[in-house]
T-cell receptor, first 113, second 119 residues
Framework: AQSVTQLDSHVSVSEGTPVLLRCNYS??????LFWYVQHPNKGLQLLLK??????LVKGINGFEAEFKKSETSFHLTKPSAHMSDAAEYFC???????????FGAGTRLFVKA | NAGVTQTPKFRILKIGQSMTLQCTQD?????MYWYRQDPGMGLKLIYY???????DKGEVPNGYNVSRSTTEDFPLRLELAAPSQTSVYFC??????????????????FGNGTRLTVT
């Protein structure tokens, strides 16, 4: 069975500073990993996905994530936060067959001016 | 491009009433999912389906039922509504494995959600 843990429920950064949102996973199979973003009262948007072709994955809006198998982590980063990045971010894991797809509890990102 | 369509968008139920949340997708995806999202929380998987006629329980299936008679439709049934089922419900679909590379990594496509209140 797979599971996903987002290590921080809230993260607060100043505009222009780096963002780090942490995610650890467990999976019995080679996992599929994703990050989704949800802006207030909006739907969910895919930020990026791990494809196994490269451990460093680039997504939209300047976000990227690094898959580290030894640490079972898939942390999301961005070099410089923008006010528009304030949202809820979800780390998602699918099992090897892509059947069950489980969400982490989410990390709310606050960006201060 | 309709994508994933959920109806209704809002609904208020009394305790003990029943209802069906509708979900349909026009992308010919074989995998479909129902999630619930409580305020300030992540999404919890209720049920999922990997194809017509095949469904399975997710993390929080109690109080719900599903069916998948066609590829397009995946309705979620609440038989005896309880206040604990007050939530926002999201339906999602994705392309399941087709044998090609990257088929396990297809992203989820979400509907716009149904906000359900049980009083």
């Amino acid at each position: 069975a797979q599971s996903v843990t987002q290590l921080d429920s809230h993260v607060s950064v100043s505009e222009g500073t780096p963002v780090l949102l942490r995610c650890n996973y467990s999976s019995s199979y080679s996992p599929s990993l994703f990050w989704y973003v949800q802006h207030p009262n909006k739907g969910l948007q895919l930020l990026l996905k791990y494809t196994s072709a490269a451990t460093l994955v680039k997504g939209i809006n300047g976000f990227e994530a690094e898959f580290k198998k030894s640490e079972t982590s898939f942390h999301l980063t961005k070099p410089s936060a923008h006010m528009s990045d304030a949202a809820e971010y979800f780390c998602v894991v699918s099992d090897g067959g892509g059947f069950k797809t489980i969400f982490g509890a989410g990390t709310r990102l606050f960006v201060k001016a | 491009n309709a994508g994933v369509t959920q109806t209704p968008k809002f609904r208020i139920l009394k305790i003990g009433q029943s209802m069906t949340l509708q979900c349909t997708q026009d992308m010919n995806h074989n995998y479909m999912y129902w999630y619930r999202q409580d305020p300030g929380m992540g999404l919890k998987l209720i049920y999922y389906s990997v194809g017509a006629g095949i469904t399975d329980k997710g993390e929080v299936p109690n109080g719900y039922n599903v069916s998948r008679s066609t590829t397009e439709d995946f309705p979620l049934r609440l038989e005896l509504a309880a206040p604990s089922q007050t939530s926002v419900y999201f339906c999602a679909s994705r392309q399941g494995p087709t044998g090609g590379s990257g088929s396990y990594n297809s992203p989820l496509h979400f509907g716009n959600g149904t906000r359900l209140t049980v009083t």
